[in-house]
């Protein structure tokens, strides 16, 4: 055969090979499930805008796409849509109304062990237990949805809006998550991706365990109980993530080794960095500004490296009961708004150290009736006298090179952001 003839050849048996995928259409009135066993691997199952009462399973690799986002309801029973294959794609559409058994998992979108490559894109997820389960699969995408929980129950009652269990390679990007228990519910995965995502209204924005080798990147969480909780983890970036206004903590770093916490906001929060049992972490170039607690510094968490952040009008900026001082800033420094010192040679660093707390705060924290007190003459002449006399010092958060002026020079915009 010449070779022409040859490439003549395999542009035919291309050509047919792309003809072999068929697009079967669906029209209100007309059933998805159907069409969805009449389909061949490779096929397109589209679904025209219309209200479609059907429980389906994908069990082979197809795309399941909504024209002008139809809705499927499983009329608050079992899973609305379950996948059972790999190389699954489902976008456009509106899924709704899954059962409430906790037990069963039940799902808007549950993908099976298993069913690696789903790609699950510009769906609106509305009133399931769990928007969408993903389990044991391997470099799946979530991708552009909007999850809406069930804000009818009560906040354990509800599912998680993505659980990603046992996954490997999984992204979550850019997904909007709201009025479920866990906005994002991660354990026991690998190399995840989670960017762009914006949750509000949750218990927590993540509950993130025993997953390593992963990203969080430009996310939100925004009036829940909590932002974000890492736990139990290694190698993470957590970057560029905003976290405000939550009932109890901005960001949560709890037994976390060998990360980077990094380009951070933690706005109007009662705890704005809670740390636990963390070591071996690089916190830098973050803003805390205006929580409660600025940091909670507790459990041995003294192996870290924090330098270059922002710590402005916390009520206290750290909460820190040890037995020795931990060492701040180091190389840059870390602006501090309640820092009382002076810059003589006009260098832009304090010539004393910032230290974060003092005899006074350590009674106050770990006696609270203290509290009744602060204002007492008193406790104002115990506060002076400890920082006459060393021998009554405290162990403190000590920074040698406080910076006379915020790294971040926009700071001002997350005043009062929590009543926007």
Not at 105 to 133: H, K, M
């Amino acid at each position: 055969m010449s070779k022409s003839a040859a490439l003549l050849f395999g542009m035919l048996i291309a050509a047919s090979g792309s003809a072999w995928s068929a697009v079967l259409q669906v029209k209100p009135g007309q059933s998805i499930a159907a069409a969805i066993r009449a389909a061949q691997p490779g096929d397109t199952v589209r679904v025209e805008r219309g209200n479609y009462a059907e429980r389906l399973t994908i069990d082979k690799p197809i795309t399941l796409q909504g024209i002008n986002r139809p809705t499927i309801s499983a009329g608050f029973s079992g899973d609305t849509i379950r996948v059972s294959a790999t190389d699954v794609t489902i976008q456009g559409l509106i899924v709704r109304d899954s059962g409430t058994d906790i037990d069963a998992q039940n799902s808007g979108i549950y993908i099976t062990p298993g069913s690696d490559r789903a790609l699950v894109q510009d769906c609106e997820l509305v009133a399931n237990l769990f928007g969408i389960w993903l389990e044991k699969s391997a470099d799946s995408r979530l991708v552009r949805n909007v999850i809406t929980g069930r804000s009818d129950l009560m906040s354990v009652k509800r599912g998680n809006g993505i659980e990603v269990y046992n996954t490997d390679n999984s992204q979550v990007i850019d997904n909007k998550i709201s009025y479920t228990r866990d906005g994002i519910y991660v354990d026991w995965s690998r190399r995840a991706q989670f960017r762009g995502n914006t949750i509000h209204h949750v218990r927590y924005g993540t509950h993130y365990m025993n997953t390593n080798d992963s990203t969080w990147e430009n996310n939100e969480v925004y009036q829940s109980h909590g932002g974000l909780a890492l736990m139990e983890v290694r190698r993470l970036v957590v970057r560029n993530n905003r976290a405000w206004g939550n009932v109890d903590h901005g960001i949560m770093l709890r037994t976390i080794q060998d990360s980077i916490i990094e380009n951070n906001v933690v706005a109007d929060n009662d705890r704005g960095f809670f740390i636990y049992d963390a070591e071996f972490n690089i916190l830098r170039n973050n803003l805390v500004v205006r929580n409660r607690t600025g940091v909670h510094l507790s459990a041995g968490s003294s192996n870290n490296t924090v330098d270059g952040n922002d710590f402005i009008d916390n009520q206290e900026q750290v909460k820190f009961v040890a037995s020795r001082d931990v060492e701040w800033g180091r190389s840059k420094g870390n602006y501090w708004s309640n820092y009382s010192g002076w810059d003589q040679n006009g260098d832009g660093v304090g010539d004393v150290a910032y230290e974060a707390n003092d005899v006074v705060d350590r009674l106050n924290w770990q006696y609270p009736l203290v509290k009744l007190l602060l204002s007492s003459p008193s406790i104002q002449t115990l506060r002076f006298v400890a920082r006459q006399f060393p021998v009554l010092r405290a162990p403190s958060v000590v920074d040698k090179h406080a910076r006379m002026r915020p790294w971040h020079q926009d700071w001002s915009k997350w005043n009062g952001k929590s009543t926007d």
